[in-house]
């Protein structure tokens, strides 16, 4: 019996409640109140005030407008002169290239790719094998380019590089497009950049103020040359070549190519060849052998002859 009156009690308070919320705007004129009883009955008390011209009780024309002002669908009438427009879809722009894309071109991309090589290896094998790891520091041996603090520096040298080169590459862009400053964009173009061409050969001779480098290709139709003078990078301007790399490719074929390099100060030359695979349905594999040797008796690596062989894969 107690369980029923509290039943019945949880929903008379739900519905007083209900009545509260949805009848009381438009059906009290004045303040309603509610009280639930102890032992389980609901009284339901409405005052209302004695003055009828009291300003606290709204009249039936403003309940009945807004009655009308909720219910839209009472009137019909104004939607037959209403113009219908059909929804136009907003066509999507184009993808143009990413922040990353504009700010890393595919010629900026290259070129730091050929530093990147110039400097540390010309392929994966090369830069593993010579460069120090965290096991160097049990027998001491160091590959031909330092202890790790010194490769640590070269690296971080060549970080500030590419933000010169960056930096170079981008006003370098802006100044080509700006007509205003489009005369001093010509004149560095001049100065820095040099063309040769006879017959069937070509020589492209470029200087570039940010790693202080010229690098000059000589274009014929059977080998591809490239010769690259590094000076102080710390420099402005020209100064003595501290190192002279020449490079010659030669593709035998589609799956196939030979590249000699020679590193004239340090006295190196090595034969790099390249060839790639494919392993099943896996693409992107290639093997490299390089080897490598010392033609002179002095340099700032380490003399000695070196084979490399290592398989790779890009992604």
């Not at 690259?228 to 190519?257: C, F, Q």
């Not at 100060?265 to 392993?279: A, E, F």
Request: with cysteine; charged share 25%; net charge positive.
């Amino acid at each position: 019996m107690i369980e029923v009156k509290n039943g019945l009690q949880k929903i008379q308070s739900a519905l007083l409640g209900i009545c509260l919320l949805v009848l009381g705007p438009w059906c009290f004129s004045a303040e309603a109140t509610a009280a639930a009883s102890i032992s389980g009955t609901s009284t339901l008390a409405v005052s209302q005030p004695t003055n009828k011209n009291s300003t606290a009780t709204p009249s039936r024309s403003r309940r009945n407008q807004d009655r009308k002002d909720r219910n839209w669908l009472s009137d019909l009438s104004g939607e037959r002169d209403e113009e219908i427009r059909d929804l136009e879809w907003v066509p999507r722009p184009e993808d143009g290239p990413s922040l990353h894309g504009r700010i890393f071109t595919d010629a900026l991309n290259q070129e730091f790719k050929t530093r990147y090589e110039e400097r540390f290896g010309r392929t994966e094998i090369e830069r593993i094998a010579l460069a120090p790891n965290r096991f160097t520091y049990y027998n001491d041996v160091y590959g031909f380019r330092g202890t790790p603090e010194e490769v640590t520096q070269e690296r971080r040298r060549f970080a500030e590089f590419m933000m010169r080169r960056l930096a170079e590459w981008h006003f370098e862009n802006y100044a080509k497009n700006d007509p205003k400053v489009r005369p001093v964009w010509e004149a560095k173009e001049k100065i820095s950049n040099l063309k040769v061409e006879v017959a069937s050969f070509r020589i492209d001779a470029r200087y570039s103020l940010s790693g202080n480098v010229l690098d000059v290709n000589m274009m014929n139709p059977w080998v591809k040359s490239h010769l690259t003078l590094e000076m102080d990078p710390n420099a402005m301007g020209p100064g003595p070549v501290r190192e002279s790399i020449w490079t010659v490719v030669k593709p035998i074929h589609d799956r196939y190519t030979v590249e000699a390099r020679w590193r004239v100060n340090d006295g190196i030359v090595s034969i790099i060849q390249h060839r790639p695979m494919q392993l099943g349905r896996f693409g992107g594999w290639h093997a490299s052998l390089t080897t490598s040797a010392a033609v002179k008796d002095g340099g700032t690596s380490t003399r000695e002859t070196l084979w490399l062989a290592g398989v790779g894969r890009g992604f």
